[in-house]
């Protein structure tokens, strides 16, 4: 069991550039995540998808999309990235669908560097 | 949008102390989750809490989910050096049964004292 797992662990881009960050959990969970995590900020939730199919936007979604691949997978695409979204991505997921009772697994992160 | 304010944001540690950080909200949470995340890592869950009241300990940690629904503290007893990391708090608020959202505290460093 590998629990969430992300790639790339590193990537540099260059202003304008776009980029796909895998995730992929094994544990047959229904919800899925993406968070950006800068210093001083904590975590912040940019998109999240409750199930396959389904995706909703978070705290702080201007810039990027999200794909629901299938249960397994769920991808964060930065169209044209910008240096402020230099930071680092962690994808997280839950067993449920909402519902109070929710506790997130996280992946190990990607790190991002937008020049 | 809603915040949550974790304090202290960092302390340094001796080994063998007590170590105390809580988190408060002036909006009210279903669950509370403490997390511990180490350098170059994702956070990883030390402790859940589901009811108002809970007090939850997971070996030398202990968490209580207050009363009023909006604050949690943790406690570390008797620190070992591994417990250096950054730990966050997180609420989960539901509205109405729809998809809950984690809003995550902005963290309390744990160092070694020089």
């Known amino acids: 069991n590998a629990g969430v797992t992300q790639t790339p662990k590193f990537q540099v881009l260059k202003t304008g550039q776009s980029m796909t960050l895998q995730c992929a959990q094994d544990?047959?969970?229904?919800?899925m995540y993406w968070y950006r995590q800068d210093p001083g900020m904590g975590l912040r939730l940019i998109y999240y998808?409750?199930?396959?199919?389904?995706?909703d936007k978070g705290e702080v979604p201007n810039g990027y999309n999200v794909s629901r691949l299938n249960k397994r997978e769920f991808s964060l695409r930065l169209e044209s990235a910008a240096p402020s979204q230099t930071s680092v991505y962690f994808c997280?997921?839950?067993?449920?669908?909402?519902?109070?009772?929710?506790?997130?697994?996280f992946g190990p992160g990607t790190r991002l560097l937008v020049l | 949008g809603q915040q949550l304010n974790q304090s202290p944001q960092s302390m340094f540690i001796q080994e063998g102390e007590d170590v105390s950080m809580n988190c408060t909200s002036s909006?009210?949470?279903?669950?509370w989750l403490w997390y511990k995340q180490d350098p170059g890592e994702g956070p990883v869950l030390l402790i859940a809490?589901?009811?108002?009241?809970e007090l939850t300990s997971n070996g030398r940690l202990t968490a209580q989910f207050g009363i009023t629904r909006k604050d949690s503290f943790l406690n570390i007893s008797a620190s070992i050096p591994s417990d250096v990391g950054i730990y966050f708090c997180?609420?989960?608020?539901?509205?109405?049964?729809?998809?809950?959202?984690?809003?995550f505290g902005k963290g309390t460093k744990l160092s070694v004292k020089p």
């Open positions: 809490l589901y009811k108002a009241g």
């Open positions: 544990m047959n969970h229904n919800s």
């Open positions: 909006s009210i949470f279903n669950t």
């Open positions: 998808s409750a199930s396959e199919g389904t995706t």
């Open positions: 997180a609420g989960l608020m539901n509205y109405g049964g729809s998809q809950g959202n984690l809003i």
């Open positions: 997280a997921s839950s067993e449920g669908q909402g519902g109070g009772q929710e506790t997130q697994y």
